[in-house]
């Protein structure tokens, strides 16, 4: 399993995004049922967001993200950001170590 920092940019204004802020976090609900998510928020100042993925591959994550209603309706980039977590804390062991076990990502 793969682990990835995928940090959103808006393209536009916040205070203009917050119908699609809540399309958004419910898209992000279906990456948490499947276990694909850890984490996920606004950058401070509200630039955009960060979440913490894991999934096999970095094509698997984007596709995910393809879906997401930012991306569909151009407002946000997006980098995804490959890393190894080496170190960490013990109650995020199982998150880590083991591979999603629902939803097929």
Not at 4 to 29: C, K, N
Not at 59 to 71: H, K, L, R, S, T
């Amino acid at each position: 399993m793969k682990h990835f920092i995928i940090d959103i940019h808006y393209l536009i204004p916040a205070e203009q995004l917050v119908e699609t802020t809540v399309e958004h976090r419910a898209f992000l609900q279906s990456g948490y049922k499947a276990g694909m998510l850890l984490f996920s928020g606004p950058k401070v100042p509200r630039t955009g967001g960060i979440i913490v993925a894991r999934a096999e591959s970095a094509d698997q994550v984007a596709a995910f993200f393809a879906n997401d209603p930012y991306q569909k309706k151009g407002v946000a980039t997006y980098q995804f950001i490959e890393f190894n977590p080496v170190l960490k804390q013990e109650f995020l062991t199982d998150w880590v170590e083991k591979g999603v076990s629902k939803g097929g990502f």
